[in-house]
Each structure stands twice: as C-alpha cells, then as structure tokens.
C-alpha cells in the first residue's frame, strides 16, 4: 500500500468576541445576500441568540425565514425536512444558530438543496456512495450556543440513519461553514447538563485526534480532491488538540458548576472551536466511532435536566462512557493515568456509571459491535486496530467505569 505523503489544513474562517453575534446582518449584506434561511431548534426559537440574529437580519434588510424544526441529535428524516425548507424557500445563504445539531442541519439543506441528489449519494461509505461535494456552495454561518461540537470549523455533518439505528454522516470540505461567529454570551443559556455533555465532546475531540494515526500512515488518495476530511494527525492539528485539553481541564468543571461564569463558559467555547481546528482535520476514532450506535439504539434513557422529546443519549455522553477503556492501555504507563483521571472527572460531573447505567447490558454488546463496525472512516485512524473480537472487550469494560 502506498502511503500519503501530504496533509491539507484549511482553516476554519472564525470570528470569537462577546457580542460578535450582532454582526451577522452585516456580514451577509456585504456578500450581497438577499434571502437567509435561519435554522434553530424548537428550544432556542424564543431565545436571546436567535433574537439577536434575526434583529441583526433585520437592520440589514435581508428577507429571511425562520426553521425551527431542527432536532437534537438529527436523523435522516429531520435532515431532509430542512432540506425541503430549503428548496422551497429558494434562499441565497443559510445562517444556523445553536449546538452542532443545528450546525450539522444546515450544512445538508445548503448541500442538498445547492446539488440535489439521491440522500446517501453523499453519505459516508460503506453506508453511502460518499460522492465528493460537487462545487462551492451558498454561504453558511454558524452561530454555536453550545461549548461542544466544534462544527462551526469542520465541513462534517452528522446524523442518525432512521431505518439501521445507527449514526453516519456526509463529510467534506466544502461543507466546512463560510463564518464561524464564536460569541461567549450565546452560552450563557446552556443548562448544567448541556454544559456537562458537549464539555466531554471537546475533550475527546482532543484526545481523539491527538492520538490518531500520524497522516503519513494513511493510504495515498488517488487524487487530491479525494483525500478525505479526516487525514490522521498532523503536526498543526496536534497544537490546536493540546490547547484545547489544556483548557478544558481547568474550566469545563467551573463551567458547569456556574452558568455565570463567564471567564469559564468562554474559555470552554475557545476550547470547543480549537478542538473541531484540530479534528476537522486530523479526524477522532474509537471514542466517536463506538459511541454511534450507543446513541443509535438507545431505548428510554433520558439524563435529568435534558430537554427532550425522545429518548436519547446526549453525543458528548455516549463519547465519553467508553473512553477510560479505551485509553487504559497496560502497556503504557500514561494510559492507566488518563484512564483514573476520566474516571474521576466523571465522578466530579455526577456521570452515569458506564453503558449499564444507561440501560446496556451485555446482551447488547453484540448489535453495539454491529452498529460501530460500519464507522471505518474513523475507526481505521486509531492507533490499535479494534475488529469485532476488540471491540466487544471494549464495549464489555465500558459497561462500569468503576
């Protein structure tokens, strides 16, 4: 097999200051737009950031329309409705104002409405063609609420595929949002419990990419435009996963324990858009790839303080579970540390004791094998091969952390 010899880091374009939100309306009349898409959830409609975007909108004298359909953890069906909102609407940009739920959506409606095609032409193989973006789309600007995602920098959009109960998604860089506005104020509406869970995806975003398989391990695409989102760790992506540890680590506790705290909510915000610089390209593995299907085929768990009309296993929670077996590698002397160090940190957050405390067993361990074993765009960049038999003791140490 022939190896890559390059990686390509394209920058996410970012804004980050108290109040940037304001801004928007401007921004977009500058591109000359005329017709905006605003998507959000049903939980942020009536909220201060969806007010201060619409207003901005509305300075600027840009028709708009509002889409409040957007759900959390999307799926196919969710994805598609937005997708209709779009092509209906016949807008010229689309601007998205909530966590990567909300991100994650309006990267398909712009994708989908700009090239219409058959819904998994652009899904991730094996469970779709994974079609390259075919040209430039319309402008997107993410507005993020959450501390979490990091998808106002990456060009990856996620989602629940309804009829397999399992997570995929469509990734390329030309899905990757025109403006990033990373406004600290927009957090201050996260509850303790939302705060909690897209803290835990900064940290694995981090730890994940940091440790993915070097870039020049990595097959060498037949052509430049088919080198995928995800390349293996780099260099470049290695100081923005470091950072983004380093801040995580003294503020996400602060974070949650304080919705005041606004030293900490924006730090942590800092943190979420270092780490999605340093994934969007690198790319994460196990701890993403293991996690889909325990959102997937979640039955009635519900975490206390979650705003929720289904079931459902937050990302940042279903991420974090199986990390400390995952990191507890005997053969290293740093893995059994960073492994007690989860440990403790869950402990600190008040997290569920492992997969068992949200309603896993061991019976369930063979559909969760099934479930991951499809994720190959990220599980092929871990640093330990994990097949079926590997997986299964992971998904089996998982079920307690302690």
Not at 166 to 180: C, D, E, N, S, Y
Not at 275 to 282: D, E, K, T
Request: net charge neutral; aromatic share 6%; hydrophobic share 40%.
């Amino acid at each position: 097999m022939r190896t890559d010899y390059a990686f390509e880091m394209s920058a996410a374009n970012l804004r980050f200051g108290a109040g940037a939100t304001r801004e928007v309306g401007m921004d977009l009349a500058e591109l000359g737009v005329r017709r905006v898409m605003v998507l959000t959830d049903p939980n942020l409609k009536d909220l201060p950031p969806v007010h201060t975007v619409r207003e901005s909108l509305r300075r600027e004298k840009i028709d708009q329309a509002l889409f409040d359909g957007v759900r959390v953890e999307p799926t196919d069906v969710s994805f598609k409705q937005a997708v209709d909102f779009a092509v209906e609407g016949g807008f010229d940009a689309f601007v998205a104002v909530g966590g990567g739920s909300t991100i994650d959506t309006a990267k398909a409606a712009n994708l989908y409405s700009t090239y219409p095609d058959d819904f998994l032409v652009y899904v991730n193989a094996p469970i779709g063609a994974a079609r390259p973006v075919p040209g430039p789309l319309k402008p997107l600007i993410a507005v993020p609420t959450t501390a979490g995602t990091g998808s106002e920098t990456t060009g990856v959009a996620i989602f629940d595929l309804s009829d397999q109960h399992v997570k995929t998604g469509i990734a390329h860089r030309r899905l990757k949002p025109t403006l990033g506005i990373v406004d600290p104020e927009n957090t201050r509406i996260m509850p303790p419990i939302v705060a909690t869970c897209t803290g835990l995806d900064v940290l694995c975003h981090a730890l994940e990419s940091y440790t993915a398989i070097p870039y020049v391990r990595r097959p060498l695409p037949e052509r430049p435009i088919l080198r995928p989102a995800y390349q293996g760790s780099n260099p470049i992506s290695d100081i923005w996963a470091l950072k983004a540890v380093e801040l995580a680590s003294k503020h996400l506790i602060r974070a949650v324990a304080d919705p005041g705290d606004d030293e900490a909510r924006s730090a942590m915000l800092l943190a979420s858009s270092m780490a999605g610089m340093g994934f969007g390209s690198a790319g994460v593995h196990l701890c993403h790839g293991m996690s889909y299907p325990v959102s997937g085929m979640v039955r009635d768990f519900k975490p206390k303080g979650f705003v929720s009309d289904h079931p459902i296993v937050p990302h940042g929670l279903s991420v974090f579970l199986t990390a400390p077996a995952k990191v507890r590698d005997p053969e290293t002397q740093a893995g059994p540390l960073l492994a007690d160090r989860l440990v403790a940190l869950m402990k600190q957050l008040e997290l569920p004791n492992g997969l068992n405390a949200i309603g896993y067993t061991e019976d369930d361990i063979p559909a969760l094998v099934t479930g991951t074993l499809p994720q190959q765009r990220i599980t092929k960049l871990s640093p330990r091969p994990a097949g079926r038999d590997e997986l299964a003791a992971l998904f089996r140490h998982s079920m307690r952390a302690w």
